[in-house]
Each structure stands twice: as structure tokens, then as C-alpha cells.
């Protein structure tokens, strides 16, 4: 007979589920009737709790299908009740979680962290100390290369992007020199040679065998130069350069768009 009353008590005893579905039918059935009486819509609702629609309506309704795990039930139903004017915390409290309140008290157990004693700190720091010197030699000598570098680079390849075509006068066809006047000198003294560009040009001079200057002048450009031997000079665009020897006269050293090259010997005196 005990046997049979003890299986009769717990047969009687309802599931976890069904004490959450009947309190929140309770709860849910006193929230509605409150904020019909305060003439509140669940938009209204909505605006002070911040709680989406389908879930205030679900706990009105009773509904736990359509609601999250029960210890966010609850924590919903507090707000709910926070916002009609009840003690919200006293209110959801009687809504039953189960065994998810213990599974979250305990999930939030502070992990073993190994204590860091003084000489490991002195490591730690010396360590720091090695690595930020290292990485700003480090730094410090990139820089250098780079500037080295740069400072090395001849004008004509940091104009390369412009004219690609001019960056190996080599491949230009083969030229002969303009008209007598410009390619002797008769004087016999030091060679010197003006250009003035009518417009911008690509121009190599050679004095005495050494480059003394070849890249793009721009229009307006005047230069002069000097050579004791011989002076050579090569543009791509003779129209758009007029050279004078010797402070002459200025003229131009061809056709616009045509190479040239002109070759200018001073003679011994006699």
C-alpha cells in the first residue's frame, strides 16, 4: 500500500515544463489585464522595455514556444513587469527556471591563472626592452637604405613614368648634326653652348666625355654649359629647342618632333 501511494505522489507531481507553462499563464494573464487597465498598447510597451512585440505577446498568451530558454523568460517577464509599475524582480521570481539557474551561477567559475612572480615581471620587462631596440634599428636602417637609395637614382628614372621612351636614348635612330654654324666653333676658345626651350623637351648633354645632364627640361627652360674639348648635345624634339654657341645667335636644332644630335669641337688656335 505505501509502494502504490508513493507512485500515486508522483504521478501527481508535474513536470518542470508544465509549472513554467502554468506560471507564465498566470503572470502573462496579470500583465495583460494591467496594462489594459493603464490603456497601454504593446507598442508602447515595446518603446519602454525595448522587448519585440512577439515576445510581450507571447507572454501575455502564455505561449512558451514562441519565447527563449526559461532564465531569459524570466529576466523578460521582469522588464515586462518593470515598465506596468510592479516590483519587476519580486514579479518574475515566481517563475520557475529549473536546473538552468545552477548551470549558470556555476558556468562563470574564474579559470586557474598562473600567478606572475617579480623575476618573471624582470624578464618580461628586459625582454620588451631587447625586442623595441632591435625593431627601431631595425627601422632606423630601412630608412637610411631608402634614402641612400634614393639619392642615387638618376633624374631620368624618376621621370620614366612620364615619357617610358626617353628613358633609353640608346634605342634612338642615329642622327647627323644640324647646320655648320651650330656644330663648329671657330674661335677656337672654350666651347659654350645656351638652350632655351620653346617647348618641354627630353635633352642629353655630354662635356668632354662626361653626362653633364640628360632628362626633360620644361618649356621657359634656359641652361647653359660649358666644355674645353668637345660639347654634344641630343634631343628628341629640335623644334622645340634653340641653342646659341658662343653667345650667337639662337636657332633651332631642327624640325619639331625630330632627333638630333649636335656635336660642337673647339679648335686649337694656331
Same mark, same amino acid.
Given at each position: 500500500m505505501k509502494w502504490l501511494r508513493r507512485k500515486d505522489n508522483q504521478r501527481a507531481t508535474p513536470s518542470i515544463e508544465q509549472q513554467q507553462a502554468e506560471k507564465l499563464a498566470e503572470l502573462?494573464?496579470?500583465?495583460?489585464?494591467?496594462? *489594459?487597465? *493603464?490603456?497601454?498598447?504593446?507598442?508602447?510597451?515595446v518603446v519602454l522595455t525595448r522587448i519585440p512585440r512577439r515576445l510581450l505577446q507571447a507572454i501575455e498568451e502564455g505561449n512558451l514556444e514562441d519565447l527563449p530558454e526559461p532564465i531569459y523568460i524570466q529576466g523578460l517577464?521582469?522588464?515586462?513587469?518593470? /515598465?506596468?509599475?510592479?516590483?519587476?524582480?519580486?514579479?518574475? =521570481?515566481?517563475?520557475?527556471?529549473?536546473s538552468q539557474q545552477v548551470t549558470l551561477q556555476t558556468a562563470w567559475k574564474a579559470p586557474n591563472i598562473p600567478q606572475l612572480r617579480p623575476g618573471h615581471l624582470y624578464l618580461l620587462y628586459i625582454f620588451l626592452i631587447l625586442f623595441s631596440v632591435n625593431g627601431l =634599428?631595425?627601422?632606423?636602417?630601412? /630608412?637610411?637604405?631608402? /634614402?641612400?637609395n =634614393?639619392?642615387?637614382?638618376?633624374?631620368?628614372?624618376?621621370?620614366?613614368?612620364?615619357? +617610358?621612351?626617353?628613358?633609353?636614348?640608346?634605342?634612338?635612330?642615329? &642622327?647627323? +648634326?644640324? %647646320?655648320?654654324?651650330?656644330? %663648329?666653333?671657330?674661335?677656337?676658345?672654350?666651347?659654350q653652348i645656351g638652350v632655351t626651350l620653346k617647348s618641354s623637351s627630353w635633352i642629353r648633354v655630354?662635356?668632354?666625355?662626361?653626362?653633364?645632364?640628360?632628362?626633360?627640361?620644361?618649356e621657359g627652360s634656359h641652361r647653359i654649359w660649358r666644355a674645353t674639348?668637345?660639347? &654634344?648635345?641630343? &634631343?628628341?624634339?629640335?623644334?622645340?629647342?634653340?641653342?646659341?654657341?658662343?653667345?650667337?645667335?639662337p636657332k633651332e636644332m631642327g624640325a619639331p618632333g625630330k632627333v638630333e644630335e649636335v656635336r660642337i669641337a673647339a679648335k686649337p688656335k694656331p
Open positions: 502573462g494573464g496579470q500583465l495583460w489585464a494591467t496594462r *489594459q487597465e *493603464q490603456g497601454l498598447s504593446l507598442e508602447e510597451v517577464v521582469r522588464q515586462f513587469a518593470d /515598465a506596468l509599475g510592479f516590483n519587476g524582480a519580486e514579479f518574475a =521570481s515566481t517563475f520557475p527556471v529549473g =634599428s631595425q627601422l632606423l636602417n630601412n /630608412a637610411a637604405l631608402e /634614402a641612400n =634614393s639619392q642615387n637614382q638618376p633624374n631620368i628614372q624618376k621621370q620614366s613614368f612620364l615619357t +617610358p621612351e626617353l628613358t633609353q636614348p640608346k634605342d634612338l635612330p642615329q &642622327t647627323q +648634326p644640324v %647646320s655648320g654654324t651650330l656644330s %663648329s666653333n671657330k674661335d677656337g676658345q672654350p666651347v655630354v662635356a668632354d666625355g662626361k653626362t653633364e645632364f640628360e632628362g626633360i627640361l620644361p674639348q668637345q660639347l &654634344t648635345v641630343k &634631343t628628341d624634339n629640335a623644334g622645340g629647342v634653340l641653342m646659341s654657341v658662343n653667345q650667337q645667335e
